[in-house]
């Protein structure tokens, strides 16, 4: 008997690392994912069995156009926060610290099960 999975979206997905450690266990499965970055699209696919990379601004994506969904993944651009990059937080004069609240709408939007936000320090 197959088992039903719990659904993911993978957000800022880059080459996939998050979603290949939540599909590793074999209690998830992605059914969206998205970057804005177009040369991460030929690694994830490659490393990708099922749903392929939306690549696209998240600004753009309405919540009405993401499947269904239990758990929101999503590895935010760690520039405007990192030790490593300029730390202007929310004022990034690129926008990228403001990205969260994309996040943050997609989550009320769609009230996931639940969700996981990575950051590098």
Known sequence: MKQNKLKTID???GIGGIRKGFEATGIFET???NDFEPACK???DLNSMGVKLTVDDIRKIKSTDIPKYDFLLAGFPCQAFSIA??????NDIKGRGNLFFEIARIIKDTQPMGFLLENVK
């Open 11 to 13: 957000l800022f997905a």
């Open 31 to 33: 059914v969206f994912a």
């Open 42 to 44: 030929a690694t994830y």
């Open 85 to 90: 990059g300029y730390r202007h937080g929310f």
